[in-house]
């Protein structure tokens, strides 16, 4: 099964390093007064690489680079996040269970459901609640050779990968360490919500969109499905005939477009994500009647976008909102970068969530 951590420890801050097929991100945090500050923050694009996965490797390893050059931190920790179909979190819920024998339920379990086989996969897992009749958390498994490609990119670049993490756990993470420190250990639960009502985060990525919510015992639901930006970009260039630019400046110039083409193209495009964020709210709810989902909230770059916004809003009834989670945290950064950092906050959430783990 293996013997690498995915989830949380105690000690410092490390890098959040999010890589993307064609983006990487990079936040660092540390603590003051109780509350999460950031103290650096960094974007790169991956140079177009064509057919040839050598060269996209190269060039990923080369955005790394600069970002961390921007960067400029002494630290060479990181925290590396990973999603896509050689990802899986589940819930486990057993009879009560001596401690001893807990690993051994998750093991088993594991190796009946794992999509991909667990000989090949490491496996961690996390009790959130010993009952007197029940025992209850969670277990994370992903691919050797996932695992091992991004610890052997973030060593190239420079950085040692001292944790894994999942992008949709860093998500949670991040909602709970950025919604304030007197309220996310309360009653009224994070971001001032009950803890009947939960929202549910959506980090749309180039090919993969995570889905994470947290029950109201805070045990944590993730669900990756195959449906990305590019997919929906690319076919909203197909269906207008406009180019790639064009599509994105429609839909990324603040306020929903007017343009009736662009809004009919983008409802057909969306069509595929829709389906597979309704589904997984479905599933959501019939697995945990006990908390109501009141809110979406967007990030990833359609988390910049007011007509994506609109558009899940109507075709799901529920509110969505785009997620910014680093706006309202305090910022040791030039004032110019830091403005850079809180216009694009929301392809930011899932880096944030990786460097408030602590290592």
């Known amino acids: 099964m293996g013997d690498r951590k995915f989830l949380d420890l105690s000690g410092r801050h490390g890098i959040g390093l999010d890589i993307d097929s064609s983006s990487v991100r990079m936040v660092q945090l540390r603590r003051r007064n109780g509350a999460h500050v950031v103290t650096g923050a960094a974007a790169s694009e991956v140079a177009p690489w064509g057919d040839?996965?050598?060269?996209?490797?190269?060039?990923?390893?080369?955005?790394?680079?600069?970002?961390?050059?921007?960067?400029?931190?002494?630290?060479?920790?990181?925290?590396?996040?990973?999603?896509?179909?050689?990802?899986?979190?589940?819930?486990?819920?057993?009879?009560?269970?001596?401690?001893?024998?807990?690993?051994?339920?998750?093991?088993?379990?594991?190796?009946?459901?794992?999509?991909?086989?667990?000989?090949?996969?490491?496996?961690?897992?996390?009790?959130?609640?010993?009952?007197?009749?029940?025992?209850r958390g969670f277990w994370v498994a992903a691919t050797e050779s996932l695992i091992e490609s991004r610890r052997q990119l973030a060593q190239e670049a420079g950085l040692k990968c001292t944790l894994m993490d999942v992008d949709g756990l860093a998500l949670l993470n991040c909602?709970?360490?950025?919604?304030?420190?007197?309220?996310?250990?309360?009653d009224s639960g994070?971001?001032?919500?009950?803890?009947?009502?939960?929202?549910?985060?959506?980090?749309?990525?180039?090919?993969?969109?995570s889905i994470a919510i947290a029950n109201h015992a805070r045990r944590p639901f993730v669900r990756d499905v195959?449906?990305?930006?590019?997919?929906?970009?690319?076919?909203?260039?197909?269906?207008?005939?406009?180019?790639?630019?064009?599509?994105?400046?429609?839909?990324?110039?603040?306020?929903?477009?007017?343009?009736?083409?662009?809004r009919e193209a983008l409802g057909k495009a969306c069509g595929p994500l829709l389906e597979n964020i309704?589904?997984?709210?479905?599933?959501?709810?019939?697995?945990?009647?006990?908390?109501?989902?009141?809110?979406?909230?967007?990030?990833?770059?359609?988390?910049?976008?007011?007509?994506?916004?609109r558009l899940l809003e109507t075709e799901l009834s529920i509110e969505a909102a785009s997620w910014n989670p680093v706006a309202a945290m305090p910022c040791e950064m030039e004032t110019s970068r830091a403005a850079r950092l809180t216009?694009?906050?929301?392809?930011?959430?899932?880096?944030?969530?990786?460097?408030?783990?602590?290592?």
């Open 52 to 135: 040839d996965p050598e060269r996209h490797r190269k060039n990923t390893l080369q955005a790394i680079r600069q970002c961390l050059g921007s960067l400029g931190s002494k630290s060479k920790l990181a925290v590396c996040g990973l999603r896509g179909p050689e990802v899986v979190v589940r819930g486990f819920e057993f009879p009560t269970l001596p401690t001893e024998e807990i690993k051994g339920a998750v093991e088993l379990e594991a190796s009946q459901i794992c999509p991909f086989g667990t000989a090949e996969s490491a496996l961690d897992y996390q009790v959130t609640s010993c009952e007197e009749k029940k025992t």
């Open 190 to 209: 994070e971001n001032g919500v009950s803890p009947e009502t939960r929202p549910a985060l959506v980090s749309i990525g180039e090919f993969y969109t």
């Open 343 to 359: 216009e694009n906050g929301p392809l930011m959430a899932v880096a944030a969530g990786l460097a408030m783990r602590t290592i």
């Open 175 to 186: 909602l709970k360490g950025s919604s304030g420190s007197s309220s996310t250990e309360g």
């Open 278 to 309: 309704t589904t997984t709210l479905r599933y959501f709810s019939a697995e945990n009647r006990v908390t109501r989902i009141n809110k979406i909230l967007v990030c990833g770059s359609l988390g910049l976008s007011g007509s994506f916004i």
């Open 226 to 262: 195959n449906s990305g930006d590019q997919d929906i970009l690319h076919e909203i260039a197909r269906r207008t005939k406009l180019t790639s630019e064009a599509v994105r400046t429609a839909l990324f110039s603040g306020s929903p477009t007017d343009d009736p083409t662009i």
